[in-house]
């Protein structure tokens, strides 16, 4: 493993432990079994580290959310919102702990937030691409016109958000298969509705 990887996996390690705010740039050269120069050689501070870190968690996820405006129209629309489902399942499960760590250095969530600002980026495009995707079925006749868009986004991702928090704040483990069967009844829940008949 190269040098690199192996500080980015003593990061995560160290992260997961002890938080991103008692975490150290020596804790983590410790771990890496490295000098602390040696980090800086490869990471300009623990902040770029974790972002790096985040970056590598988020990447399954974007490829699935990037590619979804093209699927408008083809498969079908369950076919569709299972993949962006379990894929930000996925990415949930690698990064919550991760994700909730920065609330404990509210400098640093500023400057992430600022950062994203800047980019034109952030959590909530993963939303708006789902969202747009949706209506683009509804001009198809593929999805109910009487939808909010928007809104079924959001109680998509955020239902597989919180999901994934229950898991872990339970300690529960989970299979693939109930992963899928999870990710069935939700979709079954929000593409029928609650309305009888």
């Known amino acids: 493993m190269e040098l690199r990887d192996r500080i980015m996996e003593a990061a995560e390690q160290a992260i997961r432990t002890y938080g991103l705010s008692r975490t150290t740039t020596k804790e983590i050269a410790r771990i890496a079994d490295c000098s602390e120069g040696s980090l800086y050689n490869h990471f300009q501070s623990k902040e770029d580290l974790f972002l790096q870190i985040m970056q590598k968690h988020v990447a399954g996820f974007s490829a699935v959310i990037l590619k979804l405006p093209e699927l408008a129209g083809a498969r079908t629309v369950e076919e569709n919102l299972e993949e962006v489902a379990l894929a930000a399942l996925n990415y949930f499960y690698s990064s919550i702990i991760m994700t909730a760590s920065m609330f404990t250095e509210p400098?640093?969530?500023?400057?992430?937030?600022?950062?994203?600002?800047?980019?034109?980026?952030?959590?909530?495009?993963?939303?708006?691409?789902?969202?747009?995707?949706?209506?683009?079925?509804?001009?198809?006749?593929?999805?109910?016109?009487?939808?909010?868009?928007?809104?079924?986004?959001?109680?998509?991702?955020?239902?597989?958000?919180?999901?994934?928090?229950?898991?872990?704040?339970l300690g529960a483990e989970e299979s693939a298969q109930d992963r899928q069967q999870y990710v069935r009844h939700l979709l079954q829940a929000l593409l029928k509705g609650l309305q009888p008949g």
């Open 107 to 169: 400098g640093f969530l500023t400057r992430h937030r600022q950062g994203f600002q800047q980019r034109n980026a952030g959590p909530h495009r993963a939303n708006e691409v789902v969202s747009s995707y949706l209506l683009a079925e509804q001009k198809l006749g593929r999805a109910d016109a009487g939808i909010n868009p928007r809104s079924a986004a959001d109680m998509l991702l955020g239902a597989c958000f919180q999901h994934v928090f229950h898991q872990k704040f």
